[in-house]
């Protein structure tokens, strides 16, 4: 397994090149720009870089993360180049209690934040 699999934290992919390897930044939603940055310029030779995220997860981020977003920055770099596909899952594999709470998040807490005590 680990002869063929490696698995790294962001800080140790600084300084590195990775050639005919393919490199998957998951739960892309949670990173800044200058992480996004750092995954971009280290594809090297016969590289591929698969970018996993959930836009609609970027509510749940600080402040920060919401204006410098990884996952939005590298969509926003790629958007226009033939060798970059976009793929929007759309159905929710969680529990229907998980897809009612995503639907109804903005409306609560707008209603929480009208309650006067």
Request: with cysteine.
């Amino acid at each position: 397994y680990e002869r063929y699999f490696t698995a790294i934290p962001y800080e140790q992919a600084q300084g590195r090149t990775f050639e005919d390897a393919i490199i998957i930044v998951d739960e892309a939603q949670r990173i800044i720009v200058d992480e996004m940055e750092t995954f971009i310029t280290r594809l090297g030779k016969n590289s591929l870089l698969v970018v996993c995220g959930d836009i609609n997860q970027i509510k749940y981020s600080s402040p920060e993360k919401r204006i410098k977003n990884g996952l939005i920055f590298a969509r926003m770099i790629y958007h226009d180049w033939e060798g970059c596909a976009n793929i929007h899952l759309t159905d929710n594999m969680r529990h229907e209690a998980a897809d009612i709470a995503n639907r109804n998040y903005e409306k609560v807490l707008a209603e929480i934040g009208d309650l006067k005590f």
